[in-house]
Every structure is written in C-alpha cells, then in structure tokens.
C-alpha cells in the first residue's frame, strides 16, 4: 500500500512538474529560512552559556543610572563578608590593546585581565596550560588558540614573551580555545590581574571610585538563593561605603545570563539587546513557513479538481477516506521531505555567510545538532500537517458518484478558502513590509538625524603622549586635505565621564550627575555643536584655575532656567568646586538613541585631551589619512595608528539593531518571494481553468485589456482586504518596537502607502504574464481544447 | 426450491433537489435480480438508469424505499460499511474506462487487492492471471493513455473482476467504442457471466442488451416493460 503511494506521488509530481517546483521551491526556501532563523535565534538566547552561569552573578551599580562597572575595592570586601560564596573574581576589561611580539605590533580588540578566580567562574577550554595557575602571577598571559596561531604560527607558544601595551613583559603560560561568539565578555587573551593590580592601587581604596572596564564576578554556592546574599547588601553597602550612602546607592546582583538582555545597561560599549526582538524574528520565521503552507494548500485544492476522478475510482473500488487521507498526506510528505532536503543543503551552505552579515558566528556543523536536529523534525511534521491535512481531507471527501461525473461544483468553497488564504499571504508580506519599512527609517533617524552635531567625515584616534599635542597640531594642519583638528577627551559620541553637580543657589541642593567632556576651544565649531547664548570653550593657560564651562540646555533645565541666556554667568557647584557657566549650546546626542540625552559640561582641561579628531575633505581622502599616520606614527613610534570614522562608531550603537535590521530585510524579501511563487501558481491554475471562458469572451468581442482586468481586478479587492488586516497589526507590532528607544520616529501613513503600493506592484508583476499570456490565446485553440 | 435472490429493490426512491425544483429519478421502483441472471437496464436520457445502478453499487444512498443484497437490508448502511460490503461483491465497468492515468495496467488492476487486503504475491499472481485470460498480459507496463479504447476497456474489466465479485455493475460498457471493440467486449461479460457472474448493465444499444438474460426498461424512473429474453 506505501509503495502504491509513494509511486502515485511521484509519478504526480513528475506529472505536474511546475506546481510541484512552485511547492518545493517555496518549501525549500522557507525551510531554510526557517533553520537560518532559528539557529541565529538560538545564537542570541543562549549567550554566556558556561557551565556555572546559572549560578553565576555581576556585581553592578545603580547610583541614579545603572552602570555594570564597579570599584575595584567591592571583589575583596565581598570575599570577607559574604565567605559562603564560592567564588569572587574581579576583571579589568580593556578595548584595543596594544601587544608587540618579535617586533610586530598589533592592536587587538579586547583583553581581560583576570584574576585566579576567573577561570574557576568561566569554564573555557583549555589546549595547554593549568587553569588554576596560569593566571596567578604578574604578567602572566593566556591566548586564545587564534591568537597563538597569528603570534607564533606552529610554534609551542607557552614561555613565549609578549610586550603588552608598551608596558608589560609578559609570559604566556596558557593557550585556550577561541571563545565563543556569543559571549558578553568576549575577547582575545587574558593577563593576570596582579599585572596591573599594583597600579590600580587609588582605585581599590573606596567603593565610589568607579573605574570604566572593572567588573566583579560573584559564584554562588549550589542550591542556594541569590536572595539570601541580595538581602545582607544594604548592610554590606553601609559598612564599607565610606561615605554617607544614599537611598539611591544599590548593588544589583546581574544574574550573568541576562547580561545580554539587559538594557538597562546600556552604553557606548555595551549593546544589550531585547529578547523581543528574537522572539519578533522567530515570529518572522513563523510566518515564512506559514506563506509556504499557504502555497502548499491552494495549490493542492486548485489541483483537486483534476485528482478528482482518481478518488473516485478509488472509493469505487473499496478505498476507505482514512486510506485516502494517508495518500494525500504521503504525497504531501514526499514534497515536503524532498524540500528538507534541499532546504537543509541550503541552509549548510549559506548559514556561514549569513552569521557574516548579521555579524554571529553560526555555521552549518551546528545543523548536526541533537537539538537542531530534534528541532528539524518538528518543524517537518508541523509543516506536512499543516499544509497537507487540508487539502487531504478536501480531496479524500469526494463522493464518487460526483467525482465520476465531475460533478465538483461544491468546489466553490475551496475557492472562498483560497481567496482567505490569498488574503493571509498579502496581509504578511504587507506586514513585513510596514515592518521593514520603519525598521530602515529608524536605522537612518538613529545614525543620521538629529544628532546635534555634525559626523561628516570626521576621524578620530589616540593620544598616547599629551606633551606632543601642539606638535601634533602643526603636522596635521600643514595637510591641505585638513579641514578641521580638535583634541578632546572625546569626540561627541566617545568615552562618557560623569560627573557631580548641584546648584544650591537655585535651589538644586541634591546631587545630580552630569557627563563632562574636556574640550579645545576648535571642537564646538568643528563638530558643529549649536551655542545658543553666551560664549564658546576658550583655550585656558593651565595657571588658570577658574572653572568655567559650557552647558547644555539640559543641564541648564535641571538647575531651573529655561531660557538659556538667563543662565549665561550663574555658578554652580560642578565636582564639589565652584562653577561658572559661560555659555549654553544645544542638547546633541553624546549616547545612543536608546537612552535619553543627559545633562553635560563642556570644559577646557588640557589635561586630559586623549583623543584627536580630525575633519578632512572628502576628496583625497585615502591620501590624507595616510599622511595622517605618517605624522602620527613618527610622533609616537612605539604605539599603532588606528583611526575610526566618527559615523562608523555612531553605526556601532546600533550593532544590535543593524543584526535586527538585516535579517528583517532578508527574510521578509524570502516571505514575498514564497508568496509570489504561489501566488503566480495559482493565476497560472485559474488561467488554466477559464481558458474556454476566455475565449467564449473573445468571441463575443471582449478587448485583452478587459480579459487582463479580469484577472486583476480580484487580486487588487484582495490586496485592499488585506491591506484593513495589515495596516493595523503592522502599526501596532512597530509602534510597540520603537518604544524601545527614548528617540524615534512616528509611524507615518507615507509607509503603509509604500506597502500597498508595493503588494499591489509585486501582484501585478506576479500575474501579469499568465495573464496576458490568456488574453493573447487565439480562441480558436481555447475553444477547441475543450 | 425458490432461485436465491441477490438483489431486491422495493419502492426504492430517489429525489435530486435544487433550490428551486425537485426532480425524482426513482419513482417507487421495484426490481429483482436473481444470482447468476444477466440483466440489462435501457432507457431514455434521464430515466433513472445511473442512479439506479448507483444505488445498486452502493455508491449513493435511496431517499426511501428497500434495498436487500444477499438478503441483507443494505439502504441506510453508512458509508464505510458500504465501501466494505462493495469492494468483497462488486466490480464496476464504466462507459468512459475510468482508469487512473497515473498507474500502469498492472497496478491499475492490482489496486482492488491492495484496498481488500490481498497479500503481495497472491496479488501478483491474480492480476497476472486476469490479464492473461483478458490478453493485455503484453500491454501490462503500459500506461492507460497508451492503449486503445478497446484495450483500456479490457484492462477496466480486469479491474473489475480481478477480485472475483459476485456482481459486475457495466454503465454503457461499449458506449466509447467501435462495434468490433464492443462486440469484444460484450462476449468477455458473457463468458464472466456463463461463470457464474450477475452482470447488471445499463446500455443504450438494443444490440448489445441482447446479450442479456432480461432487459428492464425505465421510463421518468419507473419500470415500463420486462422483456425475457430467449
């Protein structure tokens, strides 16, 4: 009986050769997309998968803002009061080190220095070394095996020496497996915490002294609740906090697996993301395989018809409908399974250079997978059920006293479900569509508009040595290709420093933070911040020690002025000393979009300029920068040029986003695609089946462009009911995404004119050539088919 | 002792309804069959003639009225009780062959089996041995499309009979062939029925309803006239 069904299904396929390409076809491209998918998905939700996460902990800050960095003094003070915990480890984590090796100089993109403890937390794999000693010792150092590899080809690196930041000589003694791309704290080797422990010593000497890049690791013992510890902090906080805390100090204890979800974290390095999003892709995956089943049934119950005197004959002959069922359902599955196996190939082979694009390192080894596999299977069975069962039941119900006759007017109802489930595939392409749309308007808002500040062709880059600033200076502007230098502790968009404020004149006792940066007097122009009262940052003798500043207009608006010139002159208390504000420039955006813009100081401290920017013209461009690092290089011969484009770092931000961004685009242009390989399917079917209308039409007289607007005409009344289904679920699902971000765009009816527009062209492009290609049948031949 | 009776219809009724008219096909129509009797059923267009045989063939239900089958009460059966007792009894010949394109002569004739259950081998070898005694046996890799109409007519009988039905029910059996295919045809339903075979057909062709034991002729579905042949 199997086999029966088996070669009935194949010598049906071999038969209707196009509509089972259209099938596969779709089914294979969904499939794949669905793995694509839901491996990223499984990427993303399984960050920080160490053996002990579930146990493990950050130690964070929350002093009015929520920061994950701590002081250094918290890891030693936590060992002593909370003795039950089983580990307590501290790291200072550190962007672009500089490492020299047998004369070659390189700048990595982030190490950790760590202490023993570390390793007991984070299970990595180690290729040679001893965990538990590796990382005792000063200038002690791990590689990661690409690492060793890049440094010392197939040499044993362990013994090796490595030159680390211009500073330390440090000896490998350790090699681990690269980590894993999905990890919150990724980087390329490790250094032993006591390297740099003795220079860090002013850091360790309070709980308030908060230095960018040191986290606290805490491993709870088994079985034992985190409360149990959360509950004795604020006591632990008083004891050891030197000052007086305030209510507002807390030590929130950051279960390590949500680190990667935590948006409350956010900042110019660390990108959280929202779990929603996956959960947004995962729908999009959903509804790819739901447009391929929807292909699947209208293009089987269109064709039931012609397998309509089959099931006849078979009923006449003692079928029962279970055993046609089981038919229609084995046919099914030999498509859908020839799909798997052409969507599984698929996925393999473009799975890599996909996690290239979205920036994750998947691969297709991953498909071998118990879980992936267990997942594939899953998806199979749902997918047969789902686009075979109807369709099976449809075509196993024929009576054969009809069925022989065709006598299959009741047919008009598969037709109403057809046009339903035409209808659903519209109103998902549309939303798609809505969704891709304000995606994209949100990408540009975030990295274009409204920034307050001009990034257009802007560079920047370090200082490693602040005495040579003015040498610097010279050599750059002898450049013709240089429009513009500023020094800094940062361009507006870098290395967030924060401050106190308060205002007790104007009645703001309290105190407040504000983010600082440390300016010359060409950065207002050349960034092209906006003054709206008073005077620019000037250049300040270092004898000069008045303080003076340039607020922003928030600032100004927490101290209680409104109008900017009212608070040109006032003083304000800025760090514990007395302040006087010079001037008032427009709010720009110094963080991501996610976050609402801060109060700032602009202030000139000549003290603490470690970064240069440089505007250049756009022409020659290449040519300038290459002067620029000649210049730099010969300055600071020890240490390696590296530039970043102002708006490239802007783009990083968005890292998260731009993944998000990518895969919307991809997956619903494949959603489309599936959707118009049924949709042509289904025209090319219905051409089919009114082909003696048609010509009795030309007969009588019709004009093609009438013939071709028969055709259209139902497909534009579906669209426009998909478009009522579309438009509202599009603006709900969207308008709920932006609330993500403190700044974004509003919805306008400009996208969903785009969408309809869209779904109306691609339905039009989909059955124009079947639609012609009827009208254009000479009537005689449509006749005589009959 | 009385003949045994394989088929007794008795007020048997039968309505088509649209929205707007009723149309009866059977008007309290009463018919007997005998087991072994070849009977043919004539008529004009519309007289009941498919219905009945429909009915017979436990493809379609009567609105009202008796039908026994082997002495059974077989008018309210349901349908997979229906599909039981028609694939053990009945084999159907069709005007139009009703072969599914999809399948060679062989498996064409072996589906029967498959849906009672017949093991492999035992079905191999009585498709093999129908074919031979139906000539086809050379034809049996074919496609339908690739025979004759006498030739697919043939594999059809085939199908019918491969299961040994006690019943044949032929709607216009020759009605898509030439006289000499027909002829054929007929003399194969004769040999079945000189067997042991009922044979029950609707014809339009008064020279093939001469083959018959019996012809009954129907008229806005009622019986008009029995005529024994000799």
Redesign the interface.
Known sequence: MIKNYIIIAFRNIRRNMSYAFLNVFGLTLGIASCLVIFLIVRNELTYDNFNKANRTYRVTLNAIDFNSNVSMAIAPAMRTDFPELEQVSQVYYRQNPLVKVNNNRFIEKQCVFADEHFTEIFNYQWLAGDPKTALNEPNNIVLTESLAKKYFGDKNPVGQMIFLENTFNSKVTGVIKNVPGNTSLPFQFLVSFETIKSRMKDNMSNFWAIGGGFFTFILIPQHYSIHRIESRIPAFLHKNWEKDVGKDVHLPLQPLKDIHFDQRYINNVITPTSKDTYYALLGVALLIIITACINFINLATAQAIKRAKEVGVRKVLGAQRSQLIKQFLGETTVLVLMALILGVGIAALFLSEAGNWLNIKIDAGQLAEPIVIGWIACLTILVILIAGLYPAFVQSAFQPVDSLKNKTGHFARGFTLRKGLVVAQFAISQILIVGTLVVAHQMDFFQNQDLGFNKEAIISMGIPDMSKLEVLRQDFANNPGVKGISFSSGAPSYNNNFTSFSAPAFGVTKDDVTEVKFIDENYIDMFGLKMLAGEKVTKKDVKDTSQTFVANETLIHKIGFMNPHDAVGKRIRLNGRSATIIGVVQDFQSESKHKKRRACALEYNAGVFFMASVKIQPAGMVRTIDHINKSWSSLFPNDLFKYEFLDEHIASFYTQEQKVYTAFKLFSFIAILIGCLGLYGLISFTASQRTKEIGIRKVLGAPIMSIIGLFSKEFILLISIAFFIAAPIGYYAMHNWLQNYAYHINIGAGIFIIAIAASVSIAAITISYQAIKAALINPVNSLRSE | MQEAKMIKITDLEKFYRTEEVETIALNKLSIEVKKGEFVAIMGPSGCGKSTLL?IL?M??DPDDGSYMFNGVEVAHYT??KR??L???NIG?V?QSF??????TVF?NVE??L???GVPSAERVKRVEEVLDKMQIMHRRNHYPQQLSGGQQQRVAIA?AVVNKPKLILADEPTGNLDSSNGNDVMELLTDLNEQGTTIIMVTHSEHDARYSHRIIRLLDGQTVMENIMI
Request: proline share 4%.
């Open positions: 429909n063939g493809l379609d349908e997979r599909a039981d028609r694939k053990h159907f069709f009703n072969l599914i394109d999809e399948l498996e589906l029967p498959i849906y009672t199908r």
